[in-house]
């Protein structure tokens, strides 16, 4: 039997068939904690969030028109739900500390299988600059950068998680790249390779 | 990726850094059975609206001209709505402007030709029928002379009209008063008036300097667009009032007095003024290039189709969309996408794989937001292969 797709899934789901919807957060799972990991900075936070969206879009099935795509539609629910968190908490979290849990996976992928001490002394000081330079970042370009940047959505999809038209996404994208870069200037990191293309 | 080509480039580290971003793992089945183990006692219904709305404001200084645009730029960073649109609407935008003010300065020009159109024909008219009062006569024989004569003679009298004004004024109302006698005599006199005595405007020209001075300056050669022929049924009304015909706002008077039969007679030129003017263009703020005129040529300008390229990019922004539709089949779908001459997709027709299911219906969806340039043909059809991810 073939993988069911998003929309077959829902539309199970709708029909009351949980066991599809598990299979709907299975497959989704990682990437909505990857994304409210980046987005609230704590790995705590990032479980709970990731749990509520999958509940709170269990809820709104029914509401699910299908002119977007299934994950999107969860995205957006799952921005949301990060967006409000940040918003209740106080504003204490200025500093990208060593225990950041961004950071922590890229210990941990830098600790495996590498034989360059210093070089992986590099990434992780380029990891915590970048986490710093996208902190300083307003929310809607950094939940901007993070969607297309590092989670990889195309611009037409973070277009849709953000209800913006694609052309807005290009521009928030690329002011937050270039903020970034000046901060990762500031910080003594000179682009390397792919140099002159800003 | 290439969306983020399509920006500031960090260098080959940090995009390589940003764009694997890892994070720490966890036991994801354990998470998943929590999440069922809330859902199977969830509500459906239950989910704020406000959940499911967009979830960020713009940024501050974020162009409104991007906001409003559909989809300025493909996956690929590549822009379908060029910048150059957005300067064409600027310079339809100010063409607009200068065309707005062309029909105000041309509408100015024909009251005042209007003006002189009036009077030319009274005397004319006049001088045709031949049965005049001897002080009539005298006057019509001035206006034959001067009638006959170039427009640079007409300035000549006109300057010789301003040098002797009580004769330039007399002119014009002697002229009125033999229309008036002749008409009572003969009350339908010859209904058309032959083409080389219509300028006769020095008359009118006499009667008002001011609108004289202005065809002068702005249309030399206006004349040739003056009415040839005249409806004589207004005529007693042009001529019962004796007013001072040096006033202009005496001449504008007579003009307003007139009979609707004559307005009638005067507005096709008027129309054929305004449009040899606008034809002409230079003097009237139009832009004298037609390539910049886009109300007239834009037209022209549509392709009968849209380019190969521009449907290939049009479909490249959207496949992405379609192609998680069939996310999970064996088998690519071939879909139908009719293109509209306003460039909006017209219909989908999926067949393949996915026809049938509801996943034809999602891509029908995500190619129905394709878009290209308008082109003048009817539709345009193509058809696209969606293949699974």
């Not at chain 2, 996943?359 to 129905?368: N, P, R």
Request: include cysteine; aromatic fraction near 4%; proline fraction near 6%.
């Amino acid at each position: 039997m073939s993988k069911r797709t998003d929309r077959e899934l829902v539309d199970a789901a709708r029909e009351g068939d949980t066991e599809a919807f598990g299979v709907l957060v299975r497959r989704h799972q990682r990437r909505i904690y990857r994304l409210a990991l980046h987005l609230l900075r704590d790995a705590a936070e990032a479980e709970d969030a990731t749990q509520e969206t999958f509940v709170r879009a269990y809820g709104a099935l029914d509401r699910f028109d299908g002119r977007s795509e299934a994950f999107t539609w969860i995205y957006r629910i799952a921005v949301n739900l990060s967006l409000n968190v940040i918003r209740a908490r106080k504003p204490n979290r200025k500093a990208v500390s060593a225990d950041d849990p961004r950071l922590e996976g890229v210990l941990v992928e830098t600790r495996a299988g590498s034989a360059n001490p210093l070089g992986d002394s590099e990434n992780r000081e380029l990891g915590r600059a970048l986490c710093e330079g996208m902190d300083l970042l307003s929310d809607t370009l950094r939940t901007t950068l993070i969607l297309v940047g590092v989670d990889g959505l195309s611009h037409a999809q973070a277009g849709e998680v953000l209800g913006c038209p694609e052309g807005t996404v290009a521009w928030r994208v690329h002011e937050a790249r270039k903020k970034l870069k000046v901060f990762l200037v500031e910080r003594g990191f000179t682009p390397q390779g792919e140099e002159g293309a800003a | 990726m290439n969306d983020r080509r399509s920006s500031s480039d960090l260098g080959s580290s940090a995009e390589a850094t940003l764009g694997t971003f890892p994070f720490p793992d966890r036991d994801w089945e354990n998470d998943a059975r929590a999440i069922e183990a809330r859902i199977t006692s969830g509500l459906p219904g239950s989910t704020d609206a406000l959940l499911l709305a967009a979830p960020l404001p713009g940024e501050a200084d974020e162009p409104s001209a991007l906001s409003a645009t559909a989809t300025p730029l493909t996956n690929s960073g590549v822009r379908t709505q060029s910048l150059a649109e957005l300067a064409r609407r600027s310079v339809e935008k100010k063409q607009a402007q200068e065309r707005q003010m062309a029909r105000e300065s041309l509408a100015l020009a024909a009251q005042q030709r209007a003006r002189t159109t009036q009077s030319g024909e009274q005397s004319a008219l006049t001088r045709s029928n031949g049965t005049v009062t001897n002080g009539a006569a005298a006057s019509t024989a001035r206006v034959n002379h001067v009638a006959s004569s170039s427009i640079a003679q007409d300035r000549a009298a006109h300057s010789k009209a301003k040098s002797f004004p009580k004769v330039a004024l007399a002119l014009p109302a002697l002229a009125l008063a033999a229309a008036a006698v002749f008409w009572f005599r003969h009350p339908e006199p010859a209904p058309l008036l032959s083409n080389e005595v219509a300028p006769a405007a020095p008359s009118a020209i006499a009667a008002s300097p001011r609108a004289a001075d202005a065809i002068a300056h702005e249309q030399p050669t206006a004349r040739d667009d003056l009415p040839r022929g005249v409806d004589p049924s207004s005529l007693p009304e042009q001529a019962s009032p004796p007013q001072d015909p040096s006033s202009p706002s005496a001449a504008s008077g007579a003009v307003a007095a007139s009979a609707p039969g004559k307005v009638a007679a005067v507005k096709p030129a008027l129309k054929a003024a305004a449009a040899s003017a606008e034809t002409k263009g230079g003097d009237q703020g139009m832009p004298p290039d037609p390539a910049l005129r886009p109300a007239d040529s834009r037209g022209g300008e549509l392709p009968m189709k849209p380019t190969t390229g521009a449907v290939q990019a049009a479909l490249g922004s959207v496949m992405s969309g379609a192609r998680h539709c069939v996310a999970g089949d064996d088998a690519a779908s071939s879909a139908v996408v009719v293109f509209g001459s306003d460039g909006r997709v017209q219909h989908v027709t999926v067949s393949g794989a996915a026809a049938g299911k509801s996943s034809a219906a999602c891509i029908e969806a995500q190619l129905s937001r394709a878009r290209v340039q308008p082109f003048a043909a009817a539709s345009f059809s193509v058809n696209a292969t969606v293949r699974p991810e």
